[in-house]
């Protein structure tokens, strides 16, 4: 219940290309909010794209322009659309709904998001 699969995620040069995928076993009103986010090794984790229940969509200043949420709620999936990579872009990603009420737009409250997929690690190279 709740469970969140990622795919997608590789290595690509910088200036490239990559499609991310989320696929979850379950989306119910209760869950508002469902993004992207993203961790390094040694510092928090960060929100890079947000949307909520009404299709309102917020992104990180630093992916603004670069990265596009899709939603396709007929099959309960999110994907996370990113251009003209970036090395700082090297992270593991992970997709996440929020399990309590929480404001949907970057930054947000990320101890409100209970349901997060394993993850998937985004190499860029310079």
């Known amino acids: 219940q709740g469970q969140m699969v990622e795919s997608g995620g590789g290595s690509v040069q910088a200036g490239g290309s990559l499609t991310l995928s989320c696929s979850a076993a379950?989306?119910?009103?209760?869950?508002?909010?469902m993004g992207w986010f993203r961790q390094v090794p040694g510092k928090e984790s960060e929100a890079v794209a947000l949307?909520?229940?009404?299709?309102?969509?917020d992104y990180a200043d630093s992916v603004k322009g670069r990265f596009t949420i899709l939603p396709d709620n007929a099959r309960n999936t999110l994907s996370l659309q990113m251009s003209i990579l970036e090395p700082e872009d090297t992270a593991m990603y992970y997709c996440?709904?929020?399990?309590?009420?929480?404001?949907?737009?970057?930054?947000?409250?990320?101890?409100?998001?209970?349901?997060w997929g394993q993850g998937t690690q985004v190499t860029v190279s310079s």
């Open positions: 379950e989306v119910t009103a209760s869950r508002s909010c």
């Open positions: 996440a709904q929020n399990t309590y009420s929480v404001r949907c737009t970057v930054p947000t409250d990320i101890q409100r998001f209970g349901y």
């Open positions: 949307i909520d229940a009404g299709g309102n969509i």
